[in-house]
């Protein structure tokens, strides 16, 4: 069975540039999440979908950060603008279903200048 | 307090040692625990579910204390492939959603 698929893996930027990241669930898994890790911290949640709606972004900054799953499967995430703290790493992780186990991608590495 | 609280590390132990990892939760309505690991510069990946009071499966046993909002988990006869950050996470209820709540981990290093 395929992984958790996420593109780009890494991304170097200055800040007040855009940038967008792509997921692609395995197959099959309705729930997806985007989490953040700043180097020497636990991953943190940003966002939830179940399908293409949205369950829970309440730790996502709105004026900045964005999400989609438009049809239920690929999501991406975007940033605009991005400022020096997020440089982080974006994991994309989904499970069948709300309450079942996680699976990771490998991530997308963001380095902000 | 943080959410989540554990001993950064690093643990460095030799190649058969047994050691144990404490992490204290702060929301005592957490129904569910987990241990992940994470190898450097890679992504976390479940180790162990913790549901009732602690689960054991092979070298790895987690126990669960719920009056004390505390977890461990204990690896027995240390293999050089156990060095990675192990991150305790409970799942915890916030705005009406389950979620899992990381903590920042504990390194463990094994040497020869």
């Known amino acids: 069975e395929a992984g958790v698929a996420q593109s780009p893996r890494y991304k170097i930027i200055e800040k007040r540039q855009s940038v967008a990241f792509w997921c692609n669930p395995i197959?099959?898994?309705?729930?997806l999440y985007w989490y953040q890790q700043i180097l020497g911290q636990g991953p943190k949640l940003l966002i939830q979908?179940?399908?293409?709606?949205?369950?829970?972004d309440s730790q996502l900054p709105k004026d900045r950060f964005s999400a989609e799953r438009l049809k239920g499967v690929d999501s991406t995430l975007k940033i605009q603008p991005a400022k020096l703290e997020d440089s982080a790493v974006y994991l994309c992780?989904?499970?069948?279903?709300?309450?079942?186990?996680?699976?990771f991608g490998p991530g997308t590495r963001l380095l902000v200048l | 307090r943080k959410e989540v609280e554990q001993d950064p590390g690093p643990f460095n132990v030799p190649e058969g040692a047994t050691v144990a990892f404490n992490c204290t939760y702060s929301?005592?309505?957490?129904?569910?625990f987990f241990w992940y690991r994470q190898d450097c510069r890679k992504e976390p990946k479940l180790l162990m579910s913790?549901?009732?009071s602690g689960n054991e499966d092979g070298r790895f046993t987690a126990q669960l204390n719920r009056a004390s909002q505390y977890i461990s988990l204990l690896i027995r006869d240390s293999k050089l492939s156990d060095s990675a950050t192990y991150l305790c996470?409970?799942?915890?209820?916030?705005?009406?959603?389950?979620?899992?709540?990381f903590g920042a981990g504990t390194r463990l290093a094994v040497h020869p």
């Open positions: 913790v549901y009732s």
């Open positions: 992780a989904s499970s069948r279903a709300v309450q079942e186990t996680q699976y």
């Open positions: 979908f179940q399908n293409n709606g949205v369950v829970d």
């Open positions: 197959s099959g898994h309705a729930t």
């Open positions: 996470v409970p799942l915890a209820r916030s705005g009406g959603y389950n979620k899992l709540i």
């Open positions: 929301n005592s309505a957490s129904q569910s």
